[in-house]
């Protein structure tokens, strides 16, 4: 069993920041990769953001340069620090935990809502 608890959404104007937090607890294999994902009304949920244990990090397009993904192994805590935003980053951001080796899953967040305000 695999726990997100998700942390930091919320209503900012256009040009502000947000930071989310997901911390994991629960069966977490030594190699995973740690990401965020988000989902506006009416549109496929997609990638946001995913950062390997110790691998190289994946932004989308739509994100890079404004958005940086970082993890506190330690904590088994993943962190989204979301800069410049738009009002097209408006959606529901999901923690997802993609397990390898000693336990094999992919495990999501219960949703933070992030609401981009013109």
């Known amino acids: 069993q695999v726990q997100l608890v998700e942390s930091g959404g919320g209503l900012v104007q256009a040009g502000g920041s947000l930071r989310l937090s997901c911390a994991a607890s629960?069966?977490?294999?030594?190699?995973?990769?740690m990401g965020w994902y988000r989902q506006a009304p009416g549109k496929q949920r997609e990638l946001v953001a995913a950062?390997?244990?110790?691998?190289?990090?994946v932004y989308a397009d739509s994100v890079k340069g404004r958005f940086t993904i970082s993890r506190d192994n330690t904590k088994n805590t993943v962190y989204l620090q979301m800069n410049r935003l738009k009002v097209e980053d408006t959606a529901v951001y999901y923690c997802?935990?993609?397990?390898?080796?000693?336990?094999?899953?992919?495990?999501w967040g219960q949703g933070t809502q992030v609401t981009v305000s013109s």
């Open positions: 997802n935990l993609m397990n390898f080796g000693t336990y094999v899953g992919s495990h």
């Open positions: 629960g069966s977490i294999s030594s190699i995973n990769t």
């Open positions: 950062m390997p244990r110790g691998g190289t990090t």
